[in-house]
Structures are given as C-alpha cells and as structure tokens.
C-alpha cells in the first residue's frame, strides 16, 4: 500500500472532470452536427433507440462498478490482494452475464423494442447499438477495479476513446448516408456504428490497461471471502444502486413511450408528425443534460472516498468530502442552468443554423430543462452520498416518487391538444424538483454534522442571477447592432457568453465561493489560492 500511489478525493474527481471536458467537446462536435444532419425526426430514430440503449447499460452497470470499486477500495485499505483478487474476478463473471443479456435483448427482440417506443422506423438504429452493452460491461468490471483502488486514469481515458471514435466514425457515416439519399433512420443507424465502435476499442484499452498494473492482486497471503458471498455482497450493493441509477434512464423511456403514444393516440398525429414534435423536444435535451453530465466525475471518486472514510469512522473527513462536494456542484451547475434557461433561444440557434425551425420550436422547452438542469445535478450528488452512506434503497424510493409525478403530468398535458408536446418539459421541472427537495432533506438528516444548505447554494444562486441579468442585456444590447444573419447573431450570443462567464468569475473571487482548503485537494492548489489570493 505504501508504494502505490493513491490519488486523493479531488484529485481523482480533476483527473475525471478533465477528461469529461474533452469527452464533451467531442460529444458536442459529434450531437450538434448530428442534429443538424438529421433533422428533428431523425434525432427521434437516433434517441429510441440510445434511450434503450442507455436503459440496458445502466441496468448492466450503473451499479455493479460502484459496488465493485467499493469492495476493492476496502480490500485494498487493509491490504488483502486476494479478496480484491477473487472480487474482480466474482464482478467479471457477473458483468458478462448481465451484458450478454443486454445484448441478445436489442438483437433479438429489436422490432418488438421499436414497438414498444412507438416508433418503428427506429429498428435499425436499435440493431446497430446491439453489440455495445456486452462491451461496455466488461469494460466497466476493468472500470471498477481501478476506481477502488482510487485510480481514476484508465476511466478518463476510456472514455476519451468511447468519444473520439464516435466523432471520428459516426458523423461521418451518418453525413454519407443522408447525402447518399438513404431514410433517416439509415443515417441515424450510421451514427450509432461509431458509438458501437468506440465501445469496442475503449474495452481492448482496459483489458491491456488491467493486464499492465494487476501485478500486486497476483500475490496475497490473506484468505479471500467465496465467490458467493462476495457475489451476494456485489448484488446488495448494486442493485439498489442500479435501480436508483436507472430512474433517470427509466424516465427517459418513459418519457418517450409516453409522449409518442398520446401524440400519437390521443392527438391523432402520424408516426412521422409525431417523430418531429419529440425531436424538438430532444434538440433541447441534449442541452439539458450537459450540466449532469459532470456529475459522474464526483460520483466515482465520491463514494469510495467516503466508503473509506466511514469505514474508518473518520466522520469528519466524511462532512469534509461531503461539503466539497456541494460547494463544487452549487458552484457549477447553477450558473450552468441558469444560462441555458435565460439564453436559451439565441443558444439553440447558434448551434442548429441548419434546422432553424426546429430550434425555434424548441427555445421554450429549453427554457424549463435549464432550470431542470439544476435539480438533476442535486439529486445526483444526493444519490452518491446516500449510497456511500450504505442507504442503498432510499434514491430508489425518491426517484419512483418523482417518476410517478413525471410519467402523470407528461399523460395529462401531452393529451392536452392545447398544450401537446409543452407538456414534456414541464412534468421534467417538477419531478426532478421535487426529487432534490426530498433528497436534500434526507442527507441533512444522515449526517452528524448538519449541512448549512443556505450557506452553500446562497452565493451560487446569487452570482449566477446577476450573471444571468449580465447575458440577457449584453444579449439585448448587441442584437441592436449585430442583428441580420447567423454571423452577426451568433457573434451576439457569444459576446453575452463571453460576458457572463467574466462576470461569475469575478463574483466567485468577491463573493469567495471557493476556500483555499477546496483548493488544497486539487494538484497545486495552493499555488493556484496564492496567485488568485483565496484565503
């Protein structure tokens, strides 16, 4: 243990957070574009079939490699090698088994997947994403190992690898298609063979990776527990976690079985109009999820960190890490909300000049999700801290709350010929609102030393109004000049962007949003408080 180099908390959550970055610049350069190519019926082909995608991996692994890291990180705190030997090897089995499940499911059954979305155009799409979830299960066994014993680097390069080979193959396959004249759904299908290869790839990179640095679980003299009670070990902790996980995905299903069906069925619209109206909706999601989509990076490094804490019973460290992590989230995930929310419209067509109709249409939905944004980013953070608390079960509990209020608001409004497709964001906005409430009020109830919600989210909400105000009449003012064209208008809005990112900065400086001892857990941070002259 003494030779092994552990990273700390925040370091792992930086090694993650940066390679999320990258990771987001290639999915942006891969979904924008896309979306621009297929239209808002295509991206409805594409995301049927990603949403049962995203369901069955999340089903396969959402909670198995953070059960796993957690059985490894207290295996290899006390220096047993051949407990997280045979726990590797008891998750691998079970990896491969819950993947191949996956699999078969999409390749077998995929018109009856398609029927069951409401869109039967998206068959090919769902075939061509078949091969993926085996994949990523293995992967995520290699995954967990490495995260357990704190090593965050093999994650953040798979998938970097996931992303880049899904920009460089995907896109353009998707393009050649459509340009070859080939259905939409075709195209769609193009775009999820560079998904399907990037999985691939990324996989072989952590079977080397594993087989480069295993050299210290090969030798232990300790007595590792049976494979089956390690086995009943893994599926205690994982599967509450993987229900609790896979509501979002769950939702996501939902959310587009119901709409399509009330579309559809109630409103009376064809399988194409209907495809159309969800697409607008999606050309808003995809924005709407790049906020949580950096929570996985503290989820990871979060729940191992405090695994070990408790098992310690260092509850100090615990409300240290604890708090870190709020601070972190208030500090990002409401300006980011916020933004998306009061620029939503100019955004939308920046980022879509090919299907400007669609991003029109889809302004007021974003409007609603960026502030849903928020909510999701909570919730999360919440789930990894009851989770790591061993209260597996109660993000289940909250998440089928919210569900329930979701699924019921979505069937009532989307049948609502006078509301129709506006619906969808709403029954968004109170379910994920309402899943943060609850959750924040558990967590201040679990922990010793109760959190100051209002000392952590006050400054935040603050800096991110007045940020805010500052894009919105930056916005306002350059569009008296700069109007007339997609030039002059997307210079607008990159001037608001520009302006309001400034002015949070300052305000996190001013308001001192961030303390030097935040700054410590991170790779030369003090360093950093020095030069910025955080106290």
């Known amino acids: 243990m003494s030779k092994e180099k552990k990273q700390t908390f925040m370091g792992g959550v930086t090694v993650l957070a940066i390679s999320t970055v990258f990771v987001k610049i290639c999915g942006a350069l891969y979904k924008i574009p896309l979306n621009n190519i297929l239209g808002d019926e295509g991206v409805t082909h594409f995301m049927s079939a990603y949403n049962i995608y995203a369901f069955l991996l999340t089903l396969s692994t959402a909670g198995l490699p953070l059960a796993l890291s957690k059985l490894i990180s207290e295996a290899n705190a006390t220096g047993r090698r051949n407990q997280m030997r045979r726990c590797f090897n008891t998750a691998m089995a079970l990896f491969l088994a819950v993947g191949a499940v996956g699999t078969l499911a999409m390749l077998l059954f995929t018109e009856q997947l398609a029927e069951l979305m409401n869109n039967s155009m998206a068959y090919w799409p769902i075939k061509?994403?078949?091969?993926?979830?085996?994949?990523?299960?293995?992967?995520?066994?290699?995954?967990?190992?490495?995260?357990?014993?704190?090593?965050?680097?093999?994650?953040?390069?798979?998938?970097?690898?996931?992303?880049?080979?899904?920009?460089?193959?995907?896109?353009?396959?998707?393009w050649y298609l459509i340009r070859m004249g080939k259905?939409?759904?075709?195209?769609?299908?193009?775009?999820?063979?560079?998904?399907?290869?990037?999985?691939?790839?990324?996989?072989?990179?952590?079977?080397?990776?594993?087989?480069?640095?295993?050299?210290?679980?090969?030798r232990g003299s300790d007595e590792a527990q049976s494979h089956v009670v390690i086995l009943k070990r893994l599926l205690w902790l994982g599967i509450p976690i993987t229900i609790g996980q896979a509501g979002?995905?769950?939702?996501?299903?939902?959310?587009?079985?119901?709409?399509?069906?009330?579309?559809?069925g109630v409103l009376g619209l064809a399988e194409k109009e209907a495809a159309a109206l969800y697409g607008q909706y999606t050309f808003s999601s995809t924005l709407f999820n790049l906020p949580a989509s950096f929570l996985p990076a503290v989820a990871i490094s979060l729940i191992p960190a405090i695994s070990v804490a408790v098992a310690q019973k260092n509850h100090g460290e615990v409300n240290r890490v604890v708090t870190t992590s709020f601070r972190l989230i208030a500090m990002l995930a409401i300006p980011a909300g916020v933004g998306l929310s009061?620029?939503?419209?100019?955004?939308?067509?920046?980022?879509?000049?090919?299907?400007?109709?669609?991003?029109?249409?889809?302004?007021?939905?974003?409007?609603?999700l960026g502030i849903a944004s928020i909510f999701v980013c909570v919730m999360l953070l919440t789930n990894s801290i009851m989770q790591a608390h061993g209260k597996v079960q109660l993000p289940i509990y909250t998440m089928?709350?919210?569900?329930?209020?979701?699924?019921?608001?979505?069937?009532?409004?989307v049948g609502n010929p006078d509301i129709n497709i506006k619906g969808a964001?709403?029954?968004?906005?109170?379910?994920?609102?309402?899943?943060?409430?609850?959750?924040?009020?558990?967590?201040?109830?679990?922990?010793?030393?109760?959190?100051?919600?209002?000392?952590?989210?006050?400054?935040?909400?603050?800096?991110?109004?007045?940020?805010?105000?500052t894009a919105?009449?930056?916005?306002?003012?350059c569009g008296r000049f700069l109007t007339g064209g997609y030039v002059k208008?997307?210079?607008?809005?990159?001037?608001?962007?520009?302006?309001?990112?400034?002015?949070?900065?300052?305000?996190?400086?001013?308001?001192?949003?961030?303390?030097?001892?935040?700054?410590?857990?991170?790779?030369?941070?003090?360093?950093?408080a020095a030069i910025l002259r955080i106290r």
Not at 400 to 413: E, T
Not at 472 to 477: D, I, R, S, T, Y
Not at 491 to 511: E, Q, R
Request: glycine share 8%.
């Open 183 to 218: 259905p939409l759904e075709i195209g769609a299908a193009g775009a999820i063979v560079g998904v399907s290869a990037g999985t691939v790839l990324a996989m072989i990179y952590m079977i080397v990776d594993y087989r480069r640095h295993r050299g210290p679980i090969l």
């Open 342 to 368: 009061v620029l939503a419209g100019p955004i939308l067509q920046l980022l879509y000049p090919a299907q400007a109709e669609a991003a029109a249409a889809a302004t007021y939905h974003l409007q609603l």
């Open 128 to 174: 061509a994403l078949g091969v993926s979830v085996i994949c990523v299960s293995i992967m995520c066994a290699y995954r967990g190992f490495a995260q357990g014993r704190q090593n965050m680097v093999p994650t953040a390069v798979s998938q970097f690898i996931e992303a880049l080979l899904k920009l460089l193959i995907g896109l353009p396959l998707a």
């Open 425 to 469: 964001p709403i029954g968004t906005l109170v379910c994920y609102g309402l899943i943060a409430l609850v959750n924040l009020i558990i967590v201040w109830r679990l922990l010793e030393d109760k959190p100051n919600y209002f000392k952590v989210f006050a400054k935040p909400v603050l800096a991110s109004a007045i940020m805010g105000a």
């Open 472 to 477: 919105w009449a930056v916005h306002g003012l």
């Open 489 to 528: 208008e997307s210079l607008a809005t990159l001037v608001a962007i520009g302006a309001a990112v400034v002015v949070y900065l300052i305000l996190v400086l001013v308001l001192r949003l961030i303390t030097r001892e935040d700054l410590k857990m991170i790779p030369k941070g003090d360093k950093i």
């Open 248 to 264: 979002m995905s769950l939702l996501n299903l939902l959310d587009q079985t119901i709409i399509l069906g009330q579309l559809q």
């Open 400 to 413: 089928l709350m919210g569900g329930a209020v979701k699924v019921g608001i979505n069937y009532v409004l």
